[in-house]
């Protein structure tokens, strides 16, 4: 069974950094591509920022230039190193991973790690 473990969320101040990891673990053959979404409340979930597994790279027009995504395949985990954080930043975070498993692509979602951007 295929499991995304995240962390790294809580609460900073505006101005402030935060690093998510999440990390994907179980009879895993091989990354498709790794990302984060968030949700704030009453809105929908949205793409944060997304990375394949030959380093093709994609960053919300909201988040570009404050947030990083990476991935170490080896340990089949991504990042999300966030800085300059705004409380329109202020959501949960689902990492999401397409993965082949068992001869097949499959989608997971981690559980959500909250992040408060607030004085």
């Known amino acids: 069974q295929v499991q995304l473990v995240e962390s790294g969320g809580g609460l900073v101040q505006p101005g402030g950094s935060l690093r998510l990891s999440c990390a994907a673990s179980?009879?895993?053959?091989?990354?498709?591509?790794m990302g984060w979404y968030r949700q704030a409340p009453g809105k929908q979930r949205e793409l944060v920022a997304d990375?394949?597994?030959?380093?093709?790279?994609y960053h919300a027009d909201s988040v570009r230039g404050r947030f990083t995504i990476s991935m170490d395949n080896a340990k089949s985990t991504v990042y999300l190193q966030m800085h300059s954080l705004k409380p329109e930043d202020t959501a949960v975070y689902y990492c999401?991973?397409?993965?082949?498993?068992?001869?097949?692509?499959?989608?997971?979602w981690g559980q959500g790690t909250q992040v408060t951007v607030s004085s």
């Open positions: 999401n991973a397409a993965l082949r498993v068992e001869g097949l692509r499959r989608n997971y």
């Open positions: 179980g009879s895993i053959f091989s990354i498709y591509t």
């Open positions: 990375i394949t597994d030959v380093g093709n790279i």
